[in-house]
């Protein structure tokens, strides 16, 4: 890979990155000229400044290469004593009666007032990723086309100016909601419909004429990084999902066939664009009663936009997955393509740089999944089988640096998903820096009472068993009936459960649910969390790894409207048990 360690900032060699922290004396080896983030430039600068501003910088130098001055804070935002409470949602299944067969933006708001209300702090969503546009729609949020960009399936058509004017919307909506009866969300079907009533309202929409202020600024502050996934929008509709089946000269996102190609089908990209504008608006609103926390997926779809704009920074033919272990012989592949660390840190970990932008953008918070994919990957090689990779690491100390420095602008916090084989120094530096650990009731072997203060405290995850499928026994079975060799091993959390709580085996699942929510209200954390899933005593998980085409992950909606599960008893019980001793109103951001 060409790798070699980083340099000293301003030590001599080429190395085209310096991070160094505000106020840091640093002889800077010059003379240079200095070009700070705004613009401003000095000349002749052999020290940096001391009073060097937080943010992205070059230095300049005729006999060498430019450097990117990276100026961080030596840790992420956390607001002092933040010890608040909130929900898990998993967008897709959390259908309103003004759903159109899926959960969207209005959804989100009704249910952030909802929490807010009863003095919820924060609204944990599944990640909003961009899929590539073209059907079969890729149904895992972990999966996507683009992690700097949203899906616009997530739209409230009717909340879209004009929407209206241009398509019967009442017939429209009649249509969306009836897709609600299904207890499957069915993307191809939701996208046919919004697209139906979206394309219209586009061709006649001030946007497309180059006459709409807010737009047009929208796509300015974005610049070519949104005309670039734009423009692989429209390509895929037209050439396929897959940019690698792509003609030779679509396959360069900077290649003079894509150019002729976005000049020649305009409209076409700014429709795309415009969708993007559209997301970024409703998502502003949706947090403005309770603090919104995104997540952010590990990798994303080969065959998709981040990859086709990074393919030079990323190992070609690599799948990123984990090794055997006690609980899968086989390892795991993930299918997800890697950044090459060391051409990432040539690029000036500018796209880690822009995703963690996009992600915190309207944001109290965020989650980042495998938070030790900062300081190794384990890759897998092509043609090779999960157990035939080998762990890959990464410069984690920069990468953190860009992280606290995104996370201090947006004034949003950060918590790490850290469960599982995890190295020692990965939880040392999330202390040092500032980033919430994650502390789940299934797999903590003492009580919740016992958790560290700095962590977000959670019975469960989209992953691993609910409540009321851990109890009923419905989960094992589900397993059993897949044939997978785990179908007994969350038995013994179940005993803890009943150990804990003091619950006869017999109770019924919503004294259980009810039960694991009060333990879990004793933990200190900074943050607990309580999911619909639970709240709706589901016994499904939303996602059974592994599964791909056995089941339909991703894809199960509640079985109850979002109107019915807020005026529940048990959402109610639960969110009040959360409550005891937490703060209320949005916590960060």
Known sequence: MGASSPRPPGTDGDDPVWVVGPQEQVRAEGPWALVLEDGTEAEGVDRLPEDLPLGYHDLHRPDRP???????????????????????????????????????????????????????????????????????????????????????????????????????????????????DSPLVDRDAVWKLKAAVLEPTWRASPAARGADPGFEAYRRRHGQALEAFATFCALSEVRGADWRDWPEGLRRPDSAAVADFAAANADRVGYHAWLQWLIEEQLARAGDRIGLVQDLAIGVDPAGADAWMWRDLMATGVRVGA???????????????????????????????????????????????????????????????????????????????????????????????????????????????????????????????????????AVTTHDLPTVAGLWSGGDAAELARLGLPAADGFAPVRRRLADWTGLPDDAPVEEAVRAAYRLLAQAPSAVALATLEDAAAMPERPNLPGTVDDRPNWSLALPRPLEELVSSPLADDLGRSLASGRSSGPSGG
């Not at 149904?139 to 899906?151: K, T």
């Open 66 to 180: 430019a450097v990117r001055l990276i100026v961080a804070p030596p840790a992420c935002h956390l607001p002092e004593g933040m010890r608040t409470w909130g929900w898990a949602a998993q967008l897709p299944s959390v259908r309103s009666a003004r759903s159109w067969g899926i959960g969207d933006l209005g959804d989100v708001a009704e249910l952030g007032r909802w929490a807010a209300g009863r003095g919820a702090g924060v609204l944990m969503l599944s990640p909003l990723h961009a899929p590539v546009p073209v059907p079969p729609i890729q149904p895992s949020p972990y999966f996507a086309s683009s992690r700097c960009f949203r899906n616009p399936l997530y739209l409230r058509v009717e909340d879209v100016a004009g929407a209206g004017r241009c398509h019967d919307l009442t017939e429209a909506a009649r249509a969306g909601q009836a897709l609600n």
């Open 323 to 457: 090794p055997p272990d006690d609980f899968n012989a086989a390892g795991q592949d993930w299918g997800l393509p890697p950044f090459d660390p060391w051409k990432l840190r040539q690029a000036g970990f500018d796209p880690l740089a822009r995703t963690l932008r996009a992600v915190l953008a309207h944001s109290a918070g965020v989650r980042i999944d495998h938070i030790a994919g900062l300081f190794r990957l384990f890759w897998i090689p092509p043609g090779a089988s999960a157990g035939e990779g080998a762990y890959v690491r990464y410069p984690w100390s920069e990468l953190l640096s860009v992280l606290a420095l995104e996370s201090v602008r947006a004034g949003a916090w950060v918590v790490g998903e850290d469960l599982g084989t995890v190295e020692d120094r990965v939880r040392e530096e999330m202390e040092r820096r500032r980033l919430l650990s994650t502390r789940l009731l299934w797999f903590e072997p003492g009580p919740p009472a016992g958790y560290p203060s700095r962590t977000m405290a």
